[in-house]
């Protein structure tokens, strides 16, 4: 082995020709740096990114899941306003339905059987049946009242009468069709109960 000689502002320092070249690279300005100090401080830095990324990550996940009640919450209001608007559409809609009733109850017998207002006639039941249809299409059905005991989530009587054949608070007359959507009630069949 061979020994050299090498100068440091210190002086002179004998060195072993087989020094290790991170012994040589840890010298900073004339000072000695552990080896180990390098290690130590990219542990600690990746330790710190860790803590971070694992914040990043509960942030991601914290706001996707408000993402997904945002979301939820505008599907369950369209639902809602889309329902609503469905609901007032029919509501408007049902005055015409009762005309059509009326109209088909008081068409005298004499014009049915008449061969010119046959026509009339048939053409008027087949509005009424489509109308019928389209609404049930939507979920409308028709409240059953007569013969029924006064139910006031579906009925609303208008007056009392006597009836020898019916029991009391028996309907024995409906006098406005009333109608559900789905499993709420959007008019309440009005009706005359018997005392």
Do not use: C
């Not at 012994?23 to 900073?28: I, K, L, T, Y």
């Not at 809609?93 to 009733?101: A, E, G, Q, V």
């Not at 009925?155 to 559900?180: F, K, L, S």
């Amino acid at each position: 082995m061979t020994r050299k000689a090498s100068h440091h502002e210190d002086g002179i320092h004998e060195t072993n020709g087989e020094e290790s070249t991170a012994s040589q690279e840890a010298r900073v300005e004339g000072n000695e740096v552990p080896v180990e100090a390098p290690a130590s401080g990219f542990e600690a830095e990746l330790e710190a990114q860790k803590l971070q990324v694992d914040k990043l990550r509960e942030e991601v996940v914290r706001r996707a899941a408000e993402f997904e009640n945002f979301r939820k919450q505008k599907e369950r209001e369209a639902s809602m306003t889309a329902s609503r608007s469905l609901e007032n559409t029919v509501r408007d809609l049902l005055p015409l339905l009762d005309d059509l009733k009326r109209l088909m109850h008081h068409i005298p017998a004499e014009l049915q059987a008449m061969p010119e207002a046959r026509p009339f006639v048939e053409g008027v039941e087949l509005i009424r049946k489509n109308f019928t249809g389209w609404l049930e299409g939507k979920g409308v059905k028709e409240i059953e009242a007569k013969g029924q005991k006064l139910d006031v989530n579906f009925h609303e009587a208008i007056t009392q009468v006597d009836h020898p054949e019916a029991e009391p608070d028996t309907v024995v007359e409906e006098y406005q069709t009333g109608y559900t959507l789905g499993d709420r009630v959007i008019r309440h069949a009005k009706v005359i109960v018997a005392r």
